[in-house]
């Protein structure tokens, strides 16, 4: 079976820093691409983030977060990373880690819980 | 970006009755080299992350019961909902997969009537 279990969220003030961490088991997770997708309270998804299968030499970003983020992924321990810097009151939102299937063009089959990030001073 | 829209906004339907949600794309997400197109369908439930129900328009996905069935091509699609049922109840989103900047759809709420 399938599992992502995110962790790493919490409250942090305006400015500062987050890493959500996203450990997967239950398939072969270097086969896979992995993504981020977050949801505000009461929104609508929005993605965030995906990297490439592999060596994850493939990475993308929404434009809205304009270099503020960086993701990344360890094969050994079958993780999936955040790196969340400068943040802001809108990046408050539920952050999803989502396996991806298909190539870096992928639909998104497997998603973990989720875990709250909530900016505020 | 590929920019997304869905409507309607929410939808009531009356249990056993057919549900229909557009999502119409901004762009065609079509790719004409292997004739696919690169969006898909999820449900959320409140409370729960959501859950894949289509990919490539029209193939479900496994476990996905058959009453819902995708249909389009090129910026038009649409998520069918046979004969609705108590437990689908919920949003429903398109993704597109085209870019390489995903986008998803704003969300249709489907409640019973």
């Known amino acids: 079976e399938v599992q992502l279990v995110e962790s790493g969220g919490g409250l942090v003030k305006p400015g500062g820093s987050l890493r959500l961490s996203c450990a997967a088991s239950?398939?072969?997770?270097?086969?896979?691409?992995m993504n981020w997708v977050r949801q505000a309270p009461g929104k609508g998804l929005e993605w965030v983030s995906s990297?490439?299968?592999?060596?994850?030499?493939?990475?993308y970003y929404a434009e809205s977060l304009k270099g503020r983020f960086t993701i990344s992924r360890d094969n050994a321990k079958s993780s999936l990373y955040l790196q969340m810097n400068s943040l802001r009151a809108e990046d408050t939102a539920v952050y999803y880690c989502?396996?991806?299937?298909?190539?870096?063009?992928?639909?998104?089959?497997?998603w973990g819980q989720g875990t709250l990030v909530t900016v505020s001073s | 970006d590929i920019v997304l829209t869905q409507s309607p906004d929410s939808l009531a339907v009356s249990l056993g009755e057919r549900a229909t949600i557009k999502c119409k794309s901004s762009?065609?997400?079509?790719?004409?080299?292997?004739?696919?197109?690169?969006l898909a369908w999820y449900q959320q439930k409140p409370g729960q992350p959501p859950r894949l129900l289509i990919y490539?328009?029209?193939t479900r996905e496994s476990g996905v019961p058959d009453r819902f069935s995708g249909s389009g091509s090129g910026t038009d699609f649409t998520l069918t909902i046979s004969s609705l049922q108590p437990e689908d109840v919920a949003v429903y989103y398109c993704?597109?997969?085209?870019?390489?900047?995903?986008?998803f759809g704003p969300g249709t709420k489907l409640e019973i009537k």
């Open positions: 490539w328009a029209s």
């Open positions: 239950g398939f072969t997770f270097s086969s896979h691409s």
């Open positions: 993704q597109q997969y085209y870019s390489t900047l995903s986008t």
């Open positions: 762009q065609s997400v079509f790719y004409t080299s292997n004739s696919r197109n690169y």
């Open positions: 989502v396996r991806g299937e298909g190539d870096i063009l992928n639909w998104f089959d497997s």
């Open positions: 990297i490439s299968s592999g060596s994850g030499g493939y990475i």
